[in-house]
């Protein structure tokens, strides 16, 4: 006849038996489930750029002046806003008729030689309006651009730079 003693013991093992598999299984089911808890956080960005002699504000369109002997200028478009840019859309109004246009430098132009020792790439000319360029311009990123303009008395250049939603970066999520 068993004791009393081992009785106990045996009924002890039978519930300590059953209830880890109940409790196995509802923390199995709610891996399967995907239940979980988290934060998302929610922000926005502006997207600007602007040309700029100085480099200090205020900024809006430049305007350059030119003269028969003074054909090119130096500027600079500088990305204002807090998103990365695609490109930039560019626009130059000239007082007089004569050809003008706008070139970047992917590095800096040497303004004693006039030559860029990177890649240039044009970004408008005065007979085609508004021109959409594809070049990337980080937060605080700048393009070095010279205008130059067939002037054969003192004319004035206009450059404007603007920057369709299109041309920032895309949105993103991200799990924080």
């Known amino acids: 006849m068993p004791s009393r003693r081992t009785a106990v013991r045996v009924t002890a093992g039978v519930v300590i038996l059953t209830v880890v598999p109940v409790v196995g299984t509802r923390v199995a089911l709610g891996l399967i489930n995907g239940r979980g808890t988290g ?18 504000p205020p900024y809006g369109p430049v305007t350059l002046t030119f003269t028969k002997t003074s054909t090119v200028q130096y500027l600079t478009i500088l990305n204002t806003g807090t998103l990365d840019l695609t490109g930039v859309t560019t626009q130059i109004t000239l007082s007089a008729k004569v050809t003008g246009s706008l070139t970047a430098c992917s590095t800096s132009w040497n303004q004693a030689t006039g030559l860029c020792p990177g890649t240039t790439t044009p970004l ?11 070049i990337p311009l ?39």
Request: hydrophobic share 40%.
């Open 124 to 134: 408008d000319t005065s007979t085609a309006g508004a021109t959409t360029t594809a």
């Open 138 to 176: 980080p937060v605080g990123g700048q393009l070095s651009v010279k205008a130059t303009a067939a002037a054969k008395s003192s004319m004035t250049m206009t450059v404007d730079v603007s920057v369709p939603r299109a041309l920032a970066r895309p949105a993103t999520t991200t799990d924080s």
């Open 39 to 56: 934060t998302v956080t929610a922000s926005s960005g502006t997207w600007a750029a602007v040309a700029t002699t100085t480099g200090t």
